[in-house]
């Protein structure tokens, strides 16, 4: 597996995350082979949520990966924090509660990266500073980021946070790659040109924030995968074509499809099957050529003006 630093932290990390919002649907056993697979093909980069599972997520994963000191030190761990039943809190007090929650379930001492998950309408950022000082000086965590946030909404907590903000994860795919189609569109009267995000993508690489892209192989909000989708007729026929070309499956192409780009995406792939697992790492010894981008892109729907 390849790896890169995130943001412009010294962090070394895989460029394919495992996300694990979906290890509850796993038994002990299960859960168990699919960390060691991530381990094995070099993804010990580990994306967590103390919402995910009502956090049995965290607490899952560190029995199945038997957590303790030793493999400890080979892991890096992600969680986010911020979002509870009928609102956002990125208050102080919820933000350190969340975290003691977070670790004491994931068995660990500190999080590497710590991500505030949804924005809070009501953010008040002195508070988030302060709860950032908190948990760095404490040791609780080593590394901060955002997510789901525009450029405005990153500027304003970065007035009051000193801590670089290393990450930013944002939906992206194929099929949702608006925050690309509208710096390709600009200034065209269609709907690509739309500017929804505030330019994300290019502040992102302005300022060194890795991006993380989720849910890299769905269409829609949660409406379903590409893969496969009769829907996306065009786009499979050239995925396929492509994934023979390169004697790999259509999954590894989905992946090697985001990584290409050179803002040095880390995408966060959420598949349990450890077969697809395997898939999505072996993306990153594929490096996609520019008019094989620009077919998937436009077999898609995408359009070039």
Known sequence: MKTMKLGSSMLDVPVVAVGCMRINSLDKTEAERFVQTALEEGANFFDHADIYGSGTCEEIFADAINMNADIRENLILQSKCGIRKGMFDFSKEHILESVDG????????????????????????????????????SGKVRHFGISNQKPMQIELLKKYVKQPLVANQLQ????????????????????????????????????????????????????????????FPELNQKINEIAEKYNVSNTTIAIAWLLRHPAKMQPIIGTMNVNRLKDCCTASEIYLTREEWYSIYRAAGNILP
């Not at 660990?108 to 302060?130: C, F, K, M, N, Q």
């Not at 194929?174 to 390709?184: D, E």
């Not at 991006?211 to 995968?225: K, L, M, N, R």
Request: charged content about 25%; overall charge negative; proline content about 4%.
């Open 102 to 137: 977070i670790l004491k379930r994931l068995k660990t001492d500190y999080l590497d990266v710590l991500l505030l998950h949804r924005p809070d309408a009501l953010i008040e950022p002195e508070e988030v500073a302060e709860a950032f000082d908190i948990l760095e000086s």
């Open 172 to 231: 992206l795919s194929i099929t949702n790659a608006t925050m690309i189609s509208n710096g390709i569109n600009v200034n065209m009267e269609n709907d690509s040109a739309v500017n929804r995000d505030g330019s994300v993508l290019d502040y992102c690489r302005l300022n060194d924030i890795t991006i993380q892209p989720w849910s890299p192989f769905q269409y829609g909000f949660f409406e379903g995968v590409f893969l496969g989708n009769n829907k």
